[in-house]
T-cell receptor
């Protein structure tokens, strides 16, 4: 079983809609979770980090964490074509430095 | 803040040569840096964790004698691909963790290596 699992997609949403990206993790002891965006041919860039249960909002992005269900999600409101990218979910185990990355979800926002 | 640079951004070399890639944290100190490799249409694969002043920790299946990592200072880690072969062609990305400000990793722009 992979540490972090994501639906690879592709996920397509119309411009202006809400895009919902989901991620599950297997290490119940993980405390830190991250969402990165990766455009084709580029390196990942951090969107948000989340450490506590509940929602965390930053502009059009909302990260949600449910540790009981071992579930992390990212909502993108008012999706724009420029949001089209691969979104990577990452967790950090409680006893390690490294991140475990999911395989990424490809999002396409259709104008 | 939290800018990570990599050099070079592109490398084309002949099979059998060695290639050095530099990763620098420009505006913060990074005790820990990470090296990843990414093949087309695939996710990031962690190669090794680099700690300043000590030996790197390699992931299973990564040859430490082929991928030499040196983390000589709090702002610089280098990855040397020794005796590169075409199958080493990939996108190499480093990341650095900013000490004292949480666990977030910030990624460099990556280095594309093409071995002919």
């Amino acid at each position: 079983q992979k540490e972090v699992e994501q639906n690879s997609g592709p996920l397509s949403v119309p411009e202006g809609a809400i895009a919902s990206l989901n991620c599950t993790y297997s290490d119940r002891g993980s405390q830190s979770f991250f969402w990165y965006r990766q455009y084709s041919g580029k390196s990942p860039e951090l969107i948000m980090s989340i450490y506590s249960n509940g929602d965390k909002e930053d502009g059009r992005f909302t990260a949600q964490l449910n540790k009981a269900s071992q579930y992390v999600s990212l909502l993108i409101r008012d999706s724009q074509p420029s949001d089209s990218a691969t979104y990577l979910c990452a967790s950090q185990p409680a006893n390690g430095n490294q991140f475990y990355f999911g395989t990424g979800t490809s999002l396409t926002v259709i104008p | 803040g939290a800018v990570v640079s990599q050099h070079p951004s592109w490398v084309i070399c002949k099979s059998g040569t060695s290639v050095k890639i530099e990763c620098r944290s420009l505006d913060f100190q990074a005790t820990t840096m990470f090296w990843y490799r990414q093949f087309p249409k695939q996710s990031l694969m962690l190669m090794a964790t680099s700690n300043e002043g000590s030996k790197a920790t390699y992931e299973q299946g990564v040859e430490k004698d082929k991928f030499l990592i040196n983390h000589a200072s709090l702002t610089l880690s280098t990855l040397t691909v020794t005796s590169a072969h075409p199958e080493d062609s990939s996108f190499y990305i480093c990341s650095a963790r900013e000490e004292g400000l949480g666990e977030t990793q910030y990624f460099g722009p990556g280095t594309r290596l093409l071995v002919l």
